[in-house]
C-alpha cells in the first residue's frame, strides 16, 4: 500500500519508518527542510530506541522523505496527518496545523483516497476534517476521513507501534475501514511476527495485534480518555502516597497490595513528582475543554491537574525541610528529562522543580543521560552548571536530587556518592532505592510516600565509611 504520512514528529517519523517496516511504501513529509534533509541522510531527530536502525532498513527503499504535501498526497493511497496540536492559550488542542494541512491535502486530492487523522485531537476533528476538506475543493465521494490515535510511549515507541496492546481505528464507513485494516493486516494476522528479520528480532514474542473498530468519534475520545485515565491513576496513586507518609506507611507496599488486584493492574502506578511531557499535561487539559464545550463539567480531571502540579511544590517543600536554607546551597541534580529514557524535556517535573530551586537561590550541577542538549535550550541560569557525569553532581553539593527514573540512577555506587557529597542527603523524587539501605549506607533519605530514613549514629559523616551497595528497586518499579 502506498502511504503518505504529514508531519515528522515524534508520532510521524515512528509511524513512518514502521509502516515502511511491515511493507507498505512510504513517503514521510516535513515542511522543515533541514529535518528532511538529515533524515535523508540517515540522522533521526529524536532521541528513540530503535529508530536509527529501521530509518537505514528503509531509508531510500521503501522510505522516503519529502518537503511537499501534494506530492506525497496525489502519490499515495492513505494520508496520515500526524502534525502537532500544541496546546492553545484557553487549554484547548490548537488546530491550526491540522487545518493548514487539510488545506494542501485538499488542493491534491485526486481519486480515492483515505485521509488518518493520528495526531492528538479532540472529538469532532474528522467532522471538521471532512468539512474543511470539501469546502477547499476535495470532491465529496472521493475520500473518507477515519481516526487512528496512537498509543506510542516515547522512549519505546518503536516497539508500542510493533507490539502494540490494541489499534483503533474510528471510520464511518465500511469500505475506509476495510482500508486500514489491510494497512494493518501485517500486524493484526500476525504475519509480520513470523518474519525471520522483523524488529527487534528475536526479543519479542507476539501472536496477533488485537484492532477495535469504532465509529470515528469514538476513537477520537477513546485516545483522550486513555491518557485521561492514565494521568489519573498517577496522580491517585502520589495522593494515596501523601497520606502514606503523614501515616508512616509505605507508598511501594499499598501499590503492591492495590496493583494485584486484576481489575486495577500494577501498571502506572509508581508514585512521584508527578507526570509530564508532550501528551499528558496537554491532553488533560485538552479533554477538559471538551467537556467544556458539551456543558458537561469534568471536575475529576481538575483534581487530577492540581494534584500533578502540588506534587512539585510538596517536593519542593521537602527539599526546604531537608535543607533549612537554599540561598547559595549547592545541589546535585539527576535527571532532566521528563522521564527515562527520552531526551525531551517538555512540562519535565524536573526543570520546574529546578527552576523554582534557582529562583529560591540555590546552585546546580545536573546531569541527564540524554535531555542535556534540550535542557540547555530552555534552562540557560548562570547558577546551572552541567557535568558529565552522575558523580560530578555529588561533588560537594549540599544534597543529592533524584528527579527522573532512568535505570542508571538506580544503580549508583553511593560509597563512591557519599564521599563526594559534603552532606549524605538523597533527596529521590522517584523512589529507585529502598529507605532502610539507604540508611544503612550512611545517608539520609527522602522520598516519595514512605517515611525518611536516617542513618544509624555511627555512620554519620565524619565517622569512616563501610556500606554494601544499595540494591536499587527499579526491577520492581518500572513506570510501565
Ligand atoms: C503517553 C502515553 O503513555 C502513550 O500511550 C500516548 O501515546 C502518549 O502519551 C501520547 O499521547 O502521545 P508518554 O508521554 O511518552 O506517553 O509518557 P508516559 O510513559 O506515559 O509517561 C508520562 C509521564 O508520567 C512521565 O512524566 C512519567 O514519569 C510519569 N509516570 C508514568 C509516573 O509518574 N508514574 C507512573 O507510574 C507512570
Same mark, same amino acid.
Given at each position: 500500500?502506498?502511504?503518505?504520512?504529514?508531519?515528522?514528529?515524534?508520532?510521524? $517519523?515512528?509511524?513512518?519508518?514502521? /509502516?515502511?517496516?511491515?511493507?507498505?511504501?512510504?513517503?514521510?513529509?516535513?515542511?522543515?527542510?533541514?529535518?528532511?534533509?538529515?533524515?535523508?541522510?540517515?540522522?533521526?531527530?529524536?532521541?528513540?530506541?530503535?529508530?536509527?536502525?529501521?530509518? %537505514?532498513?528503509? #531509508?531510500?527503499?521503501?522510505?522516503?522523505?519529502?518537503?511537499?504535501?501534494?506530492?506525497?498526497?496525489?502519490?499515495?493511497?492513505?494520508? /496520515?496527518?500526524?502534525?502537532?496540536?500544541?496546546?492553545?492559550?484557553?487549554?484547548?488542542? !490548537?488546530?491550526?496545523?491540522?487545518?493548514?494541512?487539510?488545506?494542501?491535502?485538499?488542493?491534491?486530492? %485526486?481519486?480515492?483516497?483515505?485521509?488518518?487523522?493520528?495526531?492528538?485531537?479532540?472529538?469532532?476533528?474528522?467532522?471538521?476534517?471532512?468539512?474543511?476538506?470539501?469546502?477547499?475543493?476535495?470532491?465529496?465521494?472521493?475520500?473518507?476521513?477515519?481516526?487512528?490515535?496512537? =498509543? $506510542?510511549?516515547?522512549?519505546?515507541?518503536?516497539?508500542?507501534?510493533?507490539?502494540? &496492546?490494541?489499534?483503533?481505528?474510528?471510520? &464511518?464507513?465500511?469500505?475506509?475501514?476495510?482500508?486500514?485494516?489491510?494497512?494493518?493486516?501485517?500486524?493484526?494476522?500476525?504475519?509480520?511476527?513470523?518474519?525471520?528479520?522483523?524488529?527487534?528480532?528475536?526479543?519479542?514474542?507476539?501472536?496477533?495485534?488485537?484492532?477495535?473498530?469504532?465509529?470515528?468519534?469514538?476513537?477520537?475520545?477513546?485516545?483522550? *480518555?486513555?491518557?485521561?485515565?492514565?494521568?489519573?491513576?498517577?496522580? /491517585?496513586?502520589?495522593?494515596?502516597?501523601?497520606?502514606?507518609?503523614?501515616?508512616?506507611? !509505605?507508598?511501594?507496599?499499598?501499590?503492591?497490595?492495590?496493583?494485584?488486584?486484576?481489575?486495577?493492574?500494577?501498571?502506572?502506578?509508581? *508514585?512521584?513528582?508527578?507526570?509530564?511531557?508532550?501528551?499528558?499535561?496537554?491532553?488533560?487539559?485538552?479533554?477538559?475543554?471538551?467537556?467544556?464545550?458539551?456543558?458537561?463539567?469534568?471536575?475529576?480531571?481538575?483534581?487530577?491537574?492540581?494534584?500533578?502540579?502540588?506534587?512539585?511544590?510538596?517536593?519542593? #517543600? #521537602?527539599?526546604?525541610?531537608?535543607?533549612?536554607?537554599?540561598?547559595?546551597?549547592?545541589?546535585?541534580?539527576?535527571?532532566?528529562?521528563?522521564?527515562?529514557?527520552?531526551?525531551?524535556?517538555?512540562?519535565?517535573?524536573?526543570?520546574?522543580?529546578?527552576?523554582?530551586?534557582?529562583?529560591?537561590?540555590?546552585?546546580?550541577?545536573?546531569? &541527564?543521560? %540524554?535531555?542535556?542538549?534540550?535542557?540547555?535550550?530552555?534552562?540557560?541560569?548562570?547558577?546551572?552548571?552541567?557535568? !558529565?557525569?552522575?558523580?560530578?553532581?555529588?561533588?560537594?553539593?549540599?544534597?543529592?536530587?533524584?528527579?527522573?527514573?532512568?535505570?542508571?540512577?538506580?544503580?549508583?555506587? =553511593?560509597?563512591?556518592?557519599?564521599?563526594?557529597?559534603?552532606?549524605?542527603?538523597?533527596?529521590?523524587?522517584?523512589?529507585?532505592?529502598?529507605?532502610?539501605?539507604?540508611?544503612?549506607?550512611?545517608?539520609?533519605?527522602?522520598?516519595?510516600?514512605?517515611?525518611?530514613?536516617?542513618?544509624? %549514629?555511627?555512620?554519620?559523616?565524619?565517622?569512616?565509611?563501610?556500606?554494601?551497595?544499595?540494591?536499587?528497586?527499579?526491577?520492581?518499579?518500572?513506570?510501565?
Amino acid at each position: 500500500m502506498r502511504i503518505a504520512v504529514i508531519g515528522s514528529g515524534y508520532v510521524g $517519523l515512528v509511524s513512518a519508518v514502521c /509502516f515502511a517496516e511491515i511493507g507498505h511504501n512510504v513517503i514521510s513529509v516535513d515542511n522543515d527542510g533541514l529535518k528532511i534533509a538529515a533524515l535523508e541522510r540517515g540522522e533521526t531527530p529524536i532521541h528513540e530506541q530503535y529508530l536509527p536502525e529501521l530509518l %537505514a532498513r528503509h #531509508k531510500g527503499e521503501r522510505l522516503l522523505f519529502s518537503t511537499s504535501v501534494p506530492d506525497a498526497v496525489r502519490q499515495s493511497d492513505v494520508v /496520515f496527518i500526524t502534525v502537532g496540536t500544541p496546546q492553545s492559550q484557553t487549554g484547548e488542542a !490548537d488546530l491550526s496545523y491540522v487545518e493548514a494541512v487539510a488545506y494542501e491535502i485538499a488542493t491534491a486530492l %485526486a481519486g480515492s483516497k483515505v485521509i488518518v487523522e493520528k495526531s492528538t485531537v479532540p472529538v469532532r476533528t474528522c467532522e471538521w476534517l471532512h468539512k474543511s476538506l470539501t469546502l477547499n475543493g476535495a470532491a465529496s465521494g472521493t475520500f473518507s476521513v477515519v481516526s487512528n490515535p496512537e =498509543f $506510542l510511549r516515547e522512549g519505546s515507541a518503536v516497539t508500542d507501534f510493533l507490539y502494540p &496492546d490494541r489499534i483503533v481505528i474510528g471510520a &464511518d464507513d465500511s469500505a475506509s475501514a476495510s482500508v486500514m485494516q489491510a494497512v494493518y493486516k501485517p500486524l493484526t494476522s500476525g504475519s509480520y511476527y513470523g518474519e525471520p528479520a522483523r524488529f527487534p528480532l528475536e526479543s519479542y514474542r507476539y501472536a496477533k495485534a488485537p484492532m477495535v473498530v469504532t465509529n470515528a468519534k469514538s476513537a477520537e475520545l477513546i485516545k483522550h *480518555a486513555s491518557n485521561a485515565f492514565l494521568a489519573m491513576k498517577i496522580s /491517585f496513586i502520589n495522593a494515596v502516597a501523601n497520606i502514606s507518609e503523614e501515616v508512616g506507611a !509505605d507508598i511501594q507496599q499499598v501499590c503492591a497490595g492495590i496493583g494485584s488486584d486484576s481489575r486495577i493492574g500494577s501498571k502506572f502506578l509508581n *508514585a512521584g513528582i508527578g507526570y509530564g511531557g508532550s501528551c499528558f499535561p496537554k491532553d488533560v487539559q485538552a479533554f477538559r475543554s471538551v467537556a467544556e464545550q458539551c456543558n458537561y463539567d469534568f471536575g475529576l480531571l481538575t483534581e487530577v491537574m492540581r494534584i500533578n502540579s502540588d506534587q512539585r511544590v510538596r517536593f519542593l #517543600k #521537602k527539599i526546604r525541610s531537608a535543607l533549612w536554607t537554599l540561598r547559595g546551597k549547592q545541589l546535585g541534580v539527576l535527571g532532566l528529562a521528563f522521564k527515562a529514557d527520552t531526551d525531551d524535556v517538555r512540562e519535565s517535573p524536573a526543570l520546574s522543580i529546578i527552576e523554582a530551586l534557582v529562583k529560591e537561590g540555590a546552585q546546580l550541577k545536573v546531569y &541527564d543521560p %540524554a535531555g542535556m542538549p534540550n535542557a540547555r535550550k530552555v534552562l540557560s541560569a548562570a547558577s546551572v552548571t552541567y557535568v !558529565d557525569d552522575e558523580y560530578e553532581t555529588a561533588r560537594g553539593s549540599d544534597a543529592l536530587l533524584i528527579l527522573t527514573e532512568w535505570a542508571e540512577f538506580a544503580v549508583l555506587d =553511593f560509597k563512591r556518592m557519599r564521599a563526594l557529597l559534603k552532606y549524605p542527603i538523597v533527596i529521590d523524587g522517584r523512589n529507585l532505592y529502598q529507605p532502610a539501605a539507604m540508611a544503612k549506607a550512611g545517608f539520609i533519605y527522602h522520598s516519595i510516600g514512605r517515611a525518611s530514613a536516617h542513618p544509624a %549514629a555511627e555512620s554519620l559523616p565524619g565517622v569512616e565509611y563501610s556500606a554494601e551497595p544499595v540494591p536499587a528497586l527499579r526491577a520492581s518499579n518500572s513506570a510501565d
